[in-house]
C-alpha cells in the first residue's frame, strides 16, 4: 500500500534499467511501461523467456535488443514451459555443482493470447507443477501486436477487428472477460497478484514478492492499449487509474490462498466513466453498459467477500 | 574519473570504475552481498554493518564493510568465508534483538542459520540503519527528522518529539524502512505519519485527494507556481 507516495519515493527504486529505451512500441504503450518496471524490481539476477506477442516484436528486431538480461524468444505457446524448463536445467546443475547457487528469478511473461489462449496449458502444466518461477501477464485485452483480433480476455461490449461493430451492438457480444487470476489461485500456487503500471510501487513490490515465492508465482498487469483501446497516447495512465477506481480491474493479491485488496476502502466509481472515453466500447448500449456495471459490481463483491471485508 | 581498476570478487577478475565501492562492484558483477542501509541514490553510510567481506591487500587480511570501501587495484575480495559469516551471524543476531518480527531479518537470518537471537533487549524495532534520516535529506531535502540521544537510548525522531515543522507528509521515510518501523497510513483524506495527521488537497473538479496540502505548498514554494496551480489534479487539467 505504498502508492499515494510516489513524488519522492520513485526516486528510491532502482535506477538500473533492464529493459531499455530504443524499442518500437508504439507511442503511450503501458505495456512497455510495464516491463521496464518488472525489470527494475528484479534487477540483474533474472532469466527471461518470452512469449511471442506484442513485447517480443518490438524490443527484439533482429540485430537490435532492448534486454540487458539473459532472455529467450519462445513459441506463442511456449514460455511458461521454457521458463519451467529453464528452472529445472538450473536446479540439476545446481545439483552437480557446475553452477554456483545464486537463487536466479526465473521468469516467463507473455501478453493475454500468450497466457489466457494459446499459453493456457502450458501455464496451467508449470504452475501445477510447482516449478520455483514467476509467471507475468501483461494484460491488453486483445491480440494488439497483430491487428486488434478479439481474445478470452476481451471485455464485454469491445469493438476489435473480429468482432466489429453490427447494426444491433458495437461490439464483443456475449463473452465476458476470462478471470485468468482466479483461475491461477485455484491451481493452489502460493502466490496470485493483479497489478497495474499506472500503480508503480504497488506494481514493484508486488513483483518483488512474487519473485521471493518459493514456488511458482504468478502476477496479472493490465496494461493500457492506446492503440487498441482508441484512446489518445497520453491518457494510457488516466485509463490504467479508472479502470481500477471503477472497480473493472481490481488491484488484490492471494498468498497462500488467502485475499488481500490492495485499496480496503475503495468508493468505486460508474463503470461509465472508464468506457466513455474508450473509442472500442463507442456507441455501447445502455443495455450493455448495465450488464457491464452489474458484473463488475458482483466481481468486486466477491473479491471483498471472499478477503473478509464484508 | 573514467580510471578503471581490476580487482577479483569471489575469484572472479573484475573491473570497476575507480571511486566506487566493493557493494557496486559487486552488484554489477551479480554478486550478492547482503545489505539493509544501502540505496543507490543515497550516500554510503555503513550503519547495518550486513555487508562485511573479507579483503586481502598487500597480503593481509581484514574485515571491511563493502558499501564504504572502495576499490583498489588489485584488491582481493571474499564475500563467503568463515571469518565473514560469523560476523554476519553475529550482526543479524543483534539487528534481530531490535526487531524481531521483521520479515527482511528474518529471511536474512534464515539464509545465514541463525535460528534466534541469544540478546534480549527491550526496543520497539528500529535498526538505526538511517535511511529514513538520509532520504529526508538527500532526496526530499527538508530535514524533518534526525537521530535522538546517544548509545542504547538513540532513536529517529522528530524535533522534541513534536510535531514535525517541517515535514511535509511525503512518506518516503516509510517507503524505504528496511524493516517497516515507520507507521504510515491514509484515510478519509487525511495522512498519519510521525504521530501527526496532515490533511490532504482534493481536486476541485473530481473529488480525488491528490497529496498533503503540506507537501503541494513545498512544491510552490521550491517552484515558484501560482497559488491555485493544484487545486485541479493532473487528469481534470
Known sequence: MMEPLNVYASRLVNSKEFFVSGHKSCQGCAEALAVRLVGKALGENVIVSCATGCMEVVSSAFPHTSWDVPWFHTAFGNAAAVASGTEAGIKAQVRKGRLPEKETVILGMAGDGGTTDIGFQALSGAMERGHNMMFVCY???????????????????????????GKINPGEEFTIKKNMP????????PYVATACPSYPLDLIEKVQKAAKTKGPAYVHILSVCPTGWRIPSEKAIWIGR?????????LFEVVNGRYKMTFKDLELRPVEEYLKPQGRFRGLA?????????????NYNDLLKKSGLK | MSDKVNLTIDGRKLEAPAGSTILQAAKDANIYIPHLCHNDELKPYGACRL?????????????VASCIYEVAEGLEVQTVTERVLNVRKLVIELLLSRNKKSQVLQDIAQKLEVEKSRFELDIKGCILCGMCIRTCKEVV?????????RGFTREVATPFDETPPDCIACGSCAYVCPVDFIQYSEKNGVRTIWNTEFPMQKCTKCGRHIAPVKQLDHFKETLNLPEDHFDICLHCR
Open chain 2, 51 to 63: 555487508c562485511v567481506v573479507e579483503i586481502t591487500h598487500r597480503n593481509r587480511t581484514r574485515i
Open chain 1, 286 to 298: 445502455p443495455e450493455m453498459m448495465e450488464k457491464f456495471q452489474e458484473q463488475v459490481t458482483d
Open chain 1, 139 to 165: 494484460d491488453n485485452e486483445a491480440y494488439m501486436n497483430t491487428g486488434i483480433q478479439r481474445s478470452s480476455a476481451t471485455p464485454l461490449g469491445a469493438r476489435t477487428t473480429t468482432t466489429p461493430a
Open chain 1, 182 to 189: 482466479e483461475i491461477m489461485v485455484s491451481h493452489n500456487i
Open chain 2, 141 to 149: 531535502g527538508v530535514n524533518a527528522i534526525g537521530y535522538k540521544s
Open chain 1, 242 to 250: 479508472l479502470a481500477i477506481e471503477t472497480g473493472v480491474f481490481p
